[in-house]
């Protein structure tokens, strides 16, 4: 992440209650989906795009399939194999029908080689 990047994904931490640690950088595998699972919350998937790493939520809107089990990366989308929806990793947009609500996108904060989320306030 560049130090613009980063700086920005920091302010944003003043909307937030906690910081919540997913998995090792190094966990990951470039292009291919990984679901967490996080205590109290619903789980996420987190994606690795180049250098950038993304995180959204983990169940899709329409057929309820976990994404990080089950979902194809493709660039920045996310594609559901039930029936072929899907969504923007960076925002949480769709991007194909049958889906027609958006998943929540999170920022995404990298330190010491690990991967954390900031979690929303409420």
Same mark, same amino acid.
């Given at each position: 992440m560049q130090d613009a990047d980063q700086e #920005?994904?920091? #302010? #944003?931490?003043?909307?937030?209650?906690?910081?919540c640690r997913l998995c090792a950088l190094g966990d990951l595998t470039e292009g291919q989906p990984h679901r967490v699972? *996080?205590?109290?919350h619903d789980p996420v998937?987190?994606?690795k795009v180049g250098a950038e790493v993304f995180v959204t939520d983990d169940t899709c809107s329409?057929?309820?399939a976990s994404l990080g089990d089950e979902g194809e990366l493709d660039g920045f989308t996310i594609i559901c194999t039930w029936h072929d929806?899907?969504?923007? *990793?960076r925002t949480g947009?769709? #991007?194909?029908?049958?889906?027609?609500?958006? *998943?929540?996108a999170y920022p995404v904060i990298l330190r010491d080689g690990l991967v954390h989320i900031a979690l929303p306030r409420g």
């Open positions: #920005r994904a920091d #302010r #944003r931490m003043d909307d937030v209650d906690s910081l699972e *996080i205590a109290g998937a987190v994606y329409h057929g309820k929806g899907a969504f923007d *990793i947009e769709v #991007r194909a029908l049958p889906c027609a609500q958006p *998943i929540r």
